[in-house]
Every structure is written in C-alpha cells, then in structure tokens.
C-alpha cells in the first residue's frame, strides 16, 4: 500500500528562518498528496494540497510542489514566525480514489521556532 | 470552520467494557473517517464511511466496530475495550476527497 516518510524531528529554528521540511512517499498510481499542521490539544488543519504532477499547493506563505519523479512534496516556508511552531503531517490518498477511503500519514514533523 | 463535534471528549473506561464515540457533522459531508493517533506513528484509519451505511474497514479495524444510521452522525464502539485502545481519536469528514479532509477536536480514550 501507499507509505510516507517524513522528518520527524524537532526541528528548531529561529524566526525569520527558511524552513523545509522533507516528505517523501510510495504509492502506486496518482495519489492526492497533503500537508497538515496540527496545534497543541487541537485537531488537525489542512494547511495545502496538490492532486497531480507538477501542482504547487500554497497557503498561508507554505509552499510544495508534487514531484513525481522524485517521489516528494516537501513542505517550504520563508520566513518563519513562533507562531508556526506546530506538528506538521504530510498524507496521500490510501487508494486511487484521491483519498475516498482515507489518508495515510506520516508520524509528523515537531517544529519549534525561537524567538 | 467546518461543523465537526466529537463526544465525549475525554473518557477514562474500565478493561472489557464497550465504549462508543460519536462524531456528528453539520456539513452534509458524504464521507466519515476514523482515525487514531498515537506517539510514533502518525495518524491511522480505523474505518471510514462513504454514505449512510456504507463503511469499510482501515488499517487499524480490529476491535472495533462502526455504524452510520444517518448522514451527519459516525459511530465508533469499541466492543471491548482494551489498554492498546488507549489514544487519541479523530473523526474527518469530506465532501470532495481530493480536496482533503477536516478534523474535529479529538477525543482522548483513557483504558485502565
């Protein structure tokens, strides 16, 4: 079945910093990649999404772009603030129903962003 | 924010004792998700759901069991619950799955 593999961290970095954070994934056929972030006690919030080859899912100043040749979608981010500091999740789609039956999660990624 | 309400959202339960957690949506989402996570590995699905009583199984599916009797109510029981069922439980809903899915708050599952 689809796997991914994420850094996992914590990743601690000062504000104003560029943030990457790798993910990588195994999947047959096309699936729906995304990035969720998830703060202390909450549940977890899209934060951008890409359905094919080539998409660059943007929001809230992150980047990534669905590279299928590389098999990733890496998550950027320019400039850093403390208000990011969070969980990150990169997911895709179980099946190839662009996630029908389910997401498939990496373990997550802790940032921490110092003042 | 989308209309998600999981309950209870904290529960402390005995070994062997069945247990149901309820998610409700106000969106009119088609597709419910179950998920659970624990430190290290992520998020998994237990079962999800792609219309009134159509569900299917996820990675995580035994022990326990689901229904949906009606579009906006998800139930998750666990049968019998055990200590390995102690974590954090998720419902997502959807209507356009490639366009992602949306979390409610969690419940947090005590089993002593």
């Known amino acids: 079945g689809n796997s991914v593999t994420q850094m996992e961290g914590p990743v601690t970095l000062s504000e104003e910093a560029f943030l990457t954070i790798n993910c990588t994934y195994t999947?047959?056929?096309?699936?729906?990649l995304f990035w969720y972030v998830q703060y202390p006690g909450e549940g977890l919030q899209l934060l951008l999404k890409a359905t094919k080859a080539d998409d660059k899912g943007s929001n809230k100043g992150f980047e990534a772009t669905y590279r299928k040749e590389t098999t990733s979608f890496h998550l950027e981010k320019g400039s850093v603030q403390v208000s990011d500091s969070a969980v990150y999740f990169c997911?895709?789609?179980?099946?190839?129903?662009?996630?029908?039956?389910?997401?498939?999660f990496g373990k997550g990624t802790h940032l921490i962003i110092q003042p | 924010d989308a209309g998600i309400t999981q309950s209870p959202r904290h529960k402390v339960t005995e070994t062997g004792t069945p247990v149901t957690l309820r998610c409700h949506q106000t969106?009119?989402?088609?597709?419910m998700y179950w998920y659970r996570q624990d430190p290290g590995h992520g998020l998994r699905l237990i079962h999800y759901s792609y219309g009134v009583k159509d569900t299917d199984k996820g990675e995580v599916s035994d022990g326990y069991s689901v229904s949906r009797s009606k579009t906006e109510d998800f139930l998750l029981t666990l049968e019998s619950a055990t200590s390995s069922q102690t974590s954090v439980y998720f419902c997502?809903?959807?209507?356009?799955?490639?366009?992602?899915?949306?979390f409610g708050e969690g419940s947090w599952l005590t089993v002593v």
């Open positions: 997502a809903i959807s209507e356009s799955p490639p366009n992602g899915q949306y």
């Open positions: 999947a047959t056929g096309y699936p729906s």
């Open positions: 997911a895709l789609s179980r099946g190839s129903g662009g996630g029908a039956d389910g997401l498939t």
């Open positions: 969106e009119n989402h088609r597709y």
